[in-house]
């Protein structure tokens, strides 16, 4: 049973270009979170979906930032015109549903550099 | 604000038992510990969580003291592949998993 895959592991944009990153969760997951985690820092909330639901989008910043679940196909972050300040890595973890007696299982990440 | 306090970092011999230590002194009593650590270039791992019994498992002990107020993750015979960032979490079991709270961790280095 593979993990949670992210890709790309790294992906470089210039500013002002688009990133999209891509989340596929463990078989069987239908609820997908997504954080990013600056340097020498914890992970910070970003987005919670399910299946084309958007259920938590509290800590997403309100513009250039967007999340999907689709039904079919992996979730996706997607950051338009991209600022330095962008730089992080981004991580995506899925779940089976969402309490604390269910874990939720991280990817490895996309670190994304904004030059 | 993270409800918890960890050192910044610490250091601990291949070999030997790593004790890493946490301060939860608001912890609230139906409020879980949990601990993930993160080795450097991946993402969180879960290790163990407990509520007010002392826990162990394959990867780790928790000891969590009387009052709940601190507690103390232990890795018993520490190996290199033990560096990496530790984070103590505590949790409502209503929290959702994006409700955690993740402080900065303790960066646990492991020395040959």
């Known amino acids: 049973n593979a993990g949670v895959m992210q890709n790309p592991r790294h992906l470089v944009r210039r500013r002002g270009q688009e990133a999209r990153l891509r989340c596929s969760p463990m078989k069987g997951h239908s609820h997908v979170y997504w954080y990013r985690q600056l340097p020498e820092e914890g992970l910070k909330f970003m987005v919670y979906?399910?299946?084309?639901?958007?259920?938590?989008e509290s800590g997403m910043p309100k513009e250039r930032f967007s999340a999907e679940f689709p039904k079919e196909g992996p979730s996706i972050l997607r950051i338009q015109q991209v600022v330095r300040g962008d730089s992080a890595a981004y991580f995506c973890a899925s779940s089976t549903r969402d309490s604390s007696n269910t874990e939720a299982f991280f990817g490895q990440g996309t670190r994304l550099t904004v030059v | 604000d993270a409800k918890t306090t960890q050192p910044t970092s610490m250091d601990c011999a291949e070999g030997r038992a790593a004790n890493l230590p946490c301060n939860h002194s608001?912890?609230?009593?139906?409020?879980?510990v949990y601990w993930y650590r993160q080795i450097h270039s991946q993402g969180p791992q879960y290790i163990i969580h407990?509520?007010?019994?002392?826990e162990t498992n394959e990867m780790a002990s928790l000891i969590i003291t009387e009052d709940r107020k601190s507690s103390t993750l232990i890795l018993p015979h520490a190996t290199l592949r033990d560096t990496a960032v530790y984070y103590c979490?505590?949790?409502?079991?209503?929290?959702?998993?994006?409700?955690?709270?993740w402080g900065a961790g303790t960066k646990l280095i492991i020395k040959p």
């Open positions: 979490i505590v949790r409502a079991p209503w929290d959702s998993n994006y409700q955690l709270i």
């Open positions: 608001t912890i609230s009593g139906n409020e879980y």
């Open positions: 979906l399910q299946k084309e639901n958007i259920i938590d």
């Open positions: 407990g509520l007010k019994n002392n």
